[in-house]
């Protein structure tokens, strides 16, 4: 579609704030303020500019948009999540060999 234009300076100023800020917060934090550098600008870029402007690119419905990309993944992962929580209560392993085998 070669319109990459606006992400590459979303990209850009999302790179430079995480670098702000991973210095600014490193010091008192240490490495979870780094953590924190990076993923604030991240979660920012992408759960405020990114769903916006790729349904503007598109030509699609935010709507449409969230149900397809992030409701229907979710609602696949949640049996998932549920077995592995059930398994969790269940069964607890007390040797490597019990791990191995899951009876």
């Not at 850009?12 to 953590?35: H, K, M, Q, T, W």
């Not at 759960?47 to 229907?72: D, Q, S, V």
């Amino acid at each position: 579609m070669s319109k990459h234009s606006t992400w590459a300076k979303i990209t850009l100023i999302e790179g430079v704030s995480n670098l702000i800020l991973s210095i600014l917060l490193v010091r008192p934090y240490g490495i979870i303020g780094d953590a924190f550098g990076t993923a604030i600008p991240l979660a920012c870029s992408t759960i405020f500019f990114m769903p916006r402007h790729l349904c503007k690119l598109l030509g699609i419905r935010l709507g449409t948009y969230l149900r397809e990309a992030y409701a229907l993944p979710f609602l696949l992962t949640v049996p998932l999540v549920a077995t592995l929580l059930l398994m969790k209560q269940w069964f607890v392993p007390h040797n490597y060999r019990q791990l191995g085998c899951n009876f």
